[in-house]
């Protein structure tokens, strides 16, 4: 059996998933396969829920409302997610589902809105964060999806840190060899990353972030990035190096 199956529909689903179980649908989930994807009963589905790895199903019942799915066989065990969690100053609608979807592909663990001086979105939608997280999901053959923070102030995201989880940081005007080198030094484990907003982190925020012992500022090269670039750079630099693609 190939390592994927790009093929067959992906869907996340929250109940449990085993031998023998049958499944209910979500009314959106509903319409999209009935209406949207023309299919019915016989039809076969790919599910996963972050637990029990991933399942092939097949409909055995579908109306204008409700969906039954019968469990025919596992596809894939569950894997470990890998423990990255990623923090950002948010942005506004599109470029945040952006971001927000590819961090999910990149394989962050959690998803931390971080609320600081220049951060130019006032308004995080954590429900809509979820839903292109599980979309992402679905579309890239992910067994997790990312748990979605509540947006946090930055000087209360530091105080409640937990220094067994070192906190890399991206700063234009970081000091170093360049960022793997950089990055070399930090031992594996439970890691963090925190891309600052389009204007930057405050003289104020970078002294906050600098006298920390469990931080490590990089540099994400000469050129000056977009928040929603610097994130995909900073997310790989980081896997490369220390991550699940080292």
């Known amino acids: 059996m190939a390592r994927y199956d790009f093929r067959t529909q992906r ?3 929250t109940g449990g998933l085993g031998a023998g179980a049958q499944v209910n649908l979500a009314n959106d989930q ?3 396969l009935r209406n949207v994807l023309r299919l019915g009963p016989g039809a076969r589905l790919l599910l ?4 029990d790895g991933e399942w092939l199903a097949e409909i055995a019942d579908i109306g204008r409302h409700d969906c039954e799915l019968s469990l025919i066989e596992k596809t894939r065990d569950q894997t470990p997610a ?3 969690h990623y923090l950002f100053a948010p942005l506004k609608r599109a470029r945040m589902d952006f971001v927000v979807q590819k961090a999910t592909e990149m394989g962050a663990s959690l998803l931390q809105p971080v609320m600081t001086g220049r951060t130019v979105a006032e308004r995080v939608k954590p429900e809509r964060m979820r839903a ?4 992402a999901a679905e579309q890239c053959g992910i067994l997790s999806v990312p748990e979605i ?4 102030g930055l000087e209360a995201l530091i105080a ?3 220094p067994a989880r070192a906190l890399i940081w991206c700063d234009e005007d970081a000091q170093g060899q360049g960022p793997l080198r950089s990055l070399a030094g930090v031992r594996r484990g439970p890691l963090g990353v925190l891309v600052g907003p389009e204007g930057g982190f405050s003289p104020q925020e970078r002294e906050l972030l600098s006298r920390l012992p469990f931080t490590l500022a990089i540099s994400l090269g000469p050129r000056i990035l977009r928040a929603d670039t610097a994130a995909i750079a ?12 080292a």
Do not use: K, M, T
């Open 160 to 162: 409640a840190w937990d």
């Open 132 to 135: 292109n997280a599980i979309e």
């Open 82 to 84: 890998c423990d990255l």
């Open 234 to 245: 900073a997310l790989a630099l980081v896997q490369a190096a220390l991550g699940d693609l």
């Open 48 to 51: 996963f829920n972050g637990r």
């Open 11 to 13: 869907l996340f689903v």
């Open 149 to 152: 923070g509540a947006p946090v």
């Open 30 to 32: 509903v319409h999209y």
